[in-house]
């Protein structure tokens, strides 16, 4: 399943000379594009050249059901998430809007949704089940399950054209399960994992606090990442660990959207922490737990929007910003170029 699978560090000493050498000789004060700098020497080095190209990018939006939600944990209703399938599929969900504006192709998968859709076009079926069992009772997931959720997020990959590759979820109760992974996989305190998730009260959180803790009791032994994915995750958050994977391998470069695309992140990168390097943290969540996740794996985000929509947005908002990085490094003029003068002194 993921035996055969090793990603190497995209990091290149050499490269990254070469590379800095490049932007520090454009036509501005070194240092004055701030993070565009860094996004563009961290694109060279996952393509392994000064001269990146961006390719046929693409969002996948994994969509999935959770058992926990009869633990009263979401403010909406399970029925959600085929709902927002079927808007997604009809063009009118946010990261419709936010894909076409940037020319993003969007693939919606069923991971795993409590409802069937029948063949419809625009719908890619990868169902492993009607959605994952109540964490708070029993297992989320059988090893079985969540390895062969695993394996599809890697098919799907490897039916992509492109070279960059964002993701984005649905699923009513997956912050919840993001919680649960999050506070597994750092040890940071459950209550410092949850937040309001579809819009949850004081009270709503907490209740949420206190089913997580129980939960976490209740799955003391489970320690291994791909075990904490199986028994506390989503079947939405488990393909997309595989598509991310896969992604990393084949040196693309990955658009990490909110909380719950970083929790299976997390997952991902104790798997194989090599993969950081190929992630673009699009933004900081508005969902508490957020920053705190990013913290953890000692990493960025590019923006701060304030946004908590989930669906992938952040990644195809930060997409703009990826596209700038490349072409300044590869369209904008040197100081000899321009026969400008460079700086001479401090």
Same mark, same amino acid.
């Given at each position: 399943?993921?035996?055969?699978?090793?990603?190497?560090?995209? #990091?290149?000493?050499?490269?990254?000379? /070469?590379?800095?050498?490049?932007?520090?000789? #454009?036509?501005?004060? +070194?240092?004055?594009?701030?993070?565009?700098?860094?996004?563009?020497?961290?694109?060279?080095?996952?393509?392994?050249?000064?001269? +990146?190209?961006?390719?046929?990018?693409?969002?996948? %939006?994994?969509?999935?059901?959770?058992?926990?939600?009869?633990?009263?944990?979401?403010?909406?209703?399970?029925?959600?998430?085929?709902?927002? /399938?079927? &808007?997604?599929?009809?063009?009118?969900?946010? =990261?419709?809007?936010?894909?076409?504006?940037?020319?993003?192709?969007?693939? =919606?998968?069923?991971?795993?949704?409590?409802?069937?859709?029948?063949?419809?076009?625009?719908?890619?079926?990868?169902?492993?089940?009607?959605?994952?069992?109540?964490?708070? #009772?029993?297992?989320?997931?059988?090893?079985?399950?969540?390895?062969?959720? =695993?394996?599809?997020?890697?098919?799907?990959?490897?039916?992509?054209?492109? &070279?960059?590759?964002?993701?984005?979820?649905?699923?009513?109760?997956?912050?919840?399960?993001?919680?649960?992974?999050?506070?597994?996989?750092?040890?940071?305190?459950?209550?410092?994992?949850?937040?309001?998730?579809?819009?949850?009260?004081?009270?709503?959180?907490?209740? #949420?606090?206190?089913?997580?803790?129980?939960? %976490?009791?209740?799955?003391?032994? /489970?320690?291994?990442?791909?075990?904490?994915?199986?028994?506390?995750?989503?079947?939405? =958050?488990?393909?997309?660990?595989?598509?991310?994977?896969?992604?990393?391998?084949?040196?693309?470069?990955?658009?990490?959207?909110?909380?719950?695309?970083?929790?299976?992140?997390?997952?991902?990168?104790?798997?194989?922490?090599?993969?950081?390097?190929?992630? /673009?943290?699009?933004?900081?969540?508005?969902?508490?737990?957020?920053?705190?996740?990013?913290?953890?794996?000692?990493?960025?985000?590019?923006?701060?929007?304030?946004?908590?929509?989930?669906?992938?947005?952040?990644?195809?908002?930060?997409?703009?910003?990826?596209?700038?990085?490349? &072409?300044?490094? &590869?369209?904008?003029?040197?100081?000899?170029?321009?026969?400008?003068?460079?700086?001479?002194?401090?």
């Amino acid at each position: 399943m993921i035996s055969d699978l090793h990603i190497a560090p995209a #990091k290149d000493s050499k490269l990254q000379t /070469v590379l800095q050498h490049a932007i520090d000789h #454009k036509t501005k004060p +070194p240092g004055s594009l701030g993070r565009l700098e860094l996004l563009a020497a961290q694109i060279g080095q996952i393509q392994q050249t000064a001269s +990146p190209v961006l390719r046929d990018p693409a969002i996948i %939006v994994f969509a999935g059901d959770h058992g926990v939600v009869a633990e009263g944990i979401s403010a909406f209703p399970q029925d959600v998430t085929w709902q927002m /399938v079927e &808007n997604f599929l009809a063009g009118g969900a946010a =990261i419709n809007v936010f894909a076409r504006q940037n020319g993003i192709a969007l693939h =919606i998968v069923d991971s795993g949704v409590r409802h069937e859709f029948g063949q419809r076009d625009g719908l890619t079926d990868r169902k492993v089940a009607p959605g994952t069992q109540n964490f708070a #009772k029993q297992a989320a997931m059988s090893p079985v399950q969540c390895a062969e959720a =695993i394996r599809h997020g890697r098919e799907l990959v490897r039916g992509l054209s492109g &070279n960059v590759l964002g993701f984005g979820e649905m699923g009513i109760g997956n912050t919840t399960a993001a919680a649960a992974v999050m506070h597994k996989l750092t040890g940071i305190p459950v209550a410092d994992c949850v937040g309001a998730g579809t819009g949850l009260s004081p009270q709503g959180i907490r209740h #949420k606090q206190q089913v997580i803790e129980a939960a %976490v009791a209740l799955h003391a032994g /489970v320690t291994a990442p791909q075990e904490v994915l199986a028994c506390f995750g989503g079947l939405e =958050i488990a393909m997309m660990t595989g598509a991310m994977l896969e992604a990393a391998q084949r040196r693309m470069v990955l658009l990490i959207d909110g909380f719950i695309v970083s929790s299976a992140l997390l997952v991902a990168a104790r798997l194989q922490p090599a993969i950081l390097d190929y992630c /673009v943290f699009s933004h900081q969540s508005d969902e508490s737990g957020h920053a705190r996740m990013l913290d953890a794996l000692q990493v960025s985000p590019v923006l701060k929007l304030d946004l908590r929509l989930g669906e992938g947005t952040g990644a195809a908002l930060v997409y703009p910003m990826v596209q700038a990085a490349v &072409n300044f490094l &590869n369209q904008m003029a040197t100081f000899g170029d321009a026969r400008v003068s460079e700086k001479t002194a401090d």
